[in-house]
């Protein structure tokens, strides 16, 4: 299967405005591009690349004052295999994670887990550790908050969106990161493009946003916002919560004029 995605973003800039940019490919991908990422902006600027403290590519670039665009395009193949699911994944103990999962035990700018580590503990402390518990978590945020675009906001944190009960995917993920923190299983915040390949067709398409979580040595996919097991997942980058990872952090005042984003399976030339 061949995935192409994209993005197309036009802001409008008072003045010439530095910015990072978070929306390339992660390198684990590298294998199945088969039409190389392109980047363009409109009026070209020069840009450079760095990795933060995630392993994430960013990339540094200074808008113009006025209109400016940012577009980029790539082909990757895949698998069109489903989310792999591992009902025996087991929790680990604190004190056999590896280092580098420890970060992802604490709270974070979104995720306040000393809010919530109570409830986190009355609703799913006496479940079976593992696959299962935190699909249970998934189960719980799935069903708790109403998926409302019309209602998003960019500083809802995991505990606001538990008590409004209202969010977006980046509000699922939240709650479900912090619940799995609280009971000391390590979760990550994912941003990439998931297309509605297989699924009914969602329109407008965007950047999606979803969670790993360590179990049994490894990092495994879990989705509440949709909650079923999905094809064509392609990673953009990873960090705690949403606050690590924005796609344009922006180091002035702009105006978002326009945002397209796509993911979709392309016909293979026989």
């Not at 495994?220 to 796609?247: K, Q, S």
Request: aromatic fraction near 10%; include cysteine.
């Amino acid at each position: 299967m061949l995935i192409r995605c994209g993005y197309e973003i036009r802001l409008q800039c008072q003045q010439p405005t530095a910015l990072v940019c978070l929306m390339s490919i992660e390198d684990a991908r590298t294998p199945d591009i088969r039409v190389p990422e392109t980047l363009d902006t409109s009026p070209a600027v020069p840009t450079a690349l760095y990795r933060d403290l995630f392993g994430n590519r960013c990339r540094r670039l200074v808008a113009p004052s006025g209109a400016f665009t940012i577009r980029s395009d790539a082909t990757v193949a895949d698998s069109g295999r489903t989310d792999r699911i591992r009902h025996g994944a087991r929790e680990m103990p604190v004190e056999d994670l590896p280092d580098d999962c420890l970060v992802f035990l604490m709270g974070s700018r979104y995720c306040e887990t000393d809010h919530l580590s109570q409830t986190a503990w009355d609703l799913f402390g006496s479940l079976q550790p593992g696959w299962q518990r935190v699909q249970a978590i998934c189960d719980f945020v799935h069903r708790h908050l109403q998926f409302d675009y019309m209602q998003a906001r960019a500083t809802r944190t995991a505990f606001e969106a538990f008590e409004e009960r209202v969010g977006v995917c980046r509000d699922y993920a939240h709650l479900a990161l912090a619940f799995c923190r609280c009971l000391n299983i390590p979760a990550r915040y994912v941003n990439g493009y998931l297309g509605d390949i297989g699924v009914p067709v969602v329109d407008p398409m965007d950047f999606s946003a979803w969670i790993e979580v360590f179990l049994d040595g490894e990092w495994h996919t879990f989705d509440p916002r949709n909650n079923i097991p999905r094809i064509g997942r392609i990673v953009v980058a990873r960090g705690r919560d949403a606050a690590d990872i924005p796609l344009i952090n922006s180091f002035g005042p702009h105006v978002l004029k326009e945002f397209r984003v796509w993911a979709y399976e392309e016909a293979v030339s026989s």
